[in-house]
């Protein structure tokens, strides 16, 4: 069981207090915006909180409109640093895959740590029934879900269920979604071709994919370690080296 401070108690109390108004800013502070995730695994040298937040901070400098962090440290990390939107989310390592905030227990976590936006796993891997699972993190915190989708039908019943923002982030991550090294910009467009809010998130490698999945209709990208991950990227740039091929 993950344990509440007095100060996490105080937080989930202010929260509590935000109404329909203070949503619609924060995702309007995301509209037409890039997101950066600040992340690192277990194994890479940049994990690390303070290096976390420094990371946050560069991204910020750079025009990020908003981050997603992952982890109550992480984020009550960052939320020091900033009061621009924050998407908390809590990775737990599962039979075969990473697991995004799988319980309300981590959800309500997030929120007291300073999160503004809470992502879940809205997947069928996960949930076997999508709907029931976005239905019971929204009612366990006052602050917008998001859910991290990989098909259509997830996405259209995380919509339907109140889910405030749907993420491409799962597409070619569960086995029955397609698996492709570019981002799933057709997933992008038939969601918000049905009226869905979507953050296209997923292998964003380049300025001109993000510019693509907004031609999509991506409401707002998220890119992660092609910004972020200096292992990723350095490896991308020894691959064109001669040494290399």
């Known amino acids: 069981m993950l344990a509440h401070s007095n100060s996490d108690e105080s937080a989930l109390e202010r929260v509590a207090e935000r109404d329909d108004d ?13 997101v950066v995730s600040c992340q690192a695994s277990s194994g890479s040298p940049m ?19 908003a981050l997603r962090v992952n982890g109550v440290e992480d984020v009550r990390a960052v939320r020091e640093l900033t009061e621009v939107p924050i ?15 799988p319980t309300d227990e981590q959800v309500r976590a997030l929120v007291a740590a300073g999160a503004d936006i809470v ?28 859910a991290d989708v990989s098909t259509l039908d997830e996405g259209l019943r995380s919509w339907e269920a109140g889910a ?15 698996i492709e090294p570019s981002p799933d910009l057709e997933l992008v467009g ?8 979507v953050l296209a998130e997923g292998r964003f490698q ?10 999509a209709g991506a ?12 292992v990723a990227i350095t490896r991308r740039f020894a691959a064109a080296a001669p040494r290399s091929r």
Do not use: H
């Not at 969601?191 to 809010?197: D, E, I, K, Q």
């Not at 380049?206 to 031609?215: G, N």
């Open 22 to 34: 203070r949503a619609d800013g924060l995702l309007a502070a995301i509209s037409g915006g890039l």
């Open 206 to 215: 380049t300025p001109a994919d993000v510019a693509r999945a907004f031609d």
């Open 87 to 101: 998407i908390g989310l809590d990775k737990r390592m599962g039979a075969r895959r990473n697991l995004i905030t």
């Open 119 to 146: 992502a879940v796993d809205a997947t069928e891997e996960v949930a076997d029934d999508v709907a029931a699972r976005v239905r019971s993190a929204v009612a366990a915190v006052p602050a917008p879900i998001m």
């Open 164 to 178: 405030a923002i749907v993420g491409t982030t799962l597409s070619g991550y569960t086995p029955y979604s397609r």
């Open 47 to 65: 994990r690390d909180t303070p290096t976390i937040a420094r990371l946050a901070a560069s991204a910020l400098q750079g025009g990020a409109a």
């Open 219 to 230: 409401f707002a990208v998220v890119v992660g370690g092609a910004i972020t991950d200096p």
């Open 190 to 197: 038939r969601l918000a071709s049905r009226g869905v809010r």
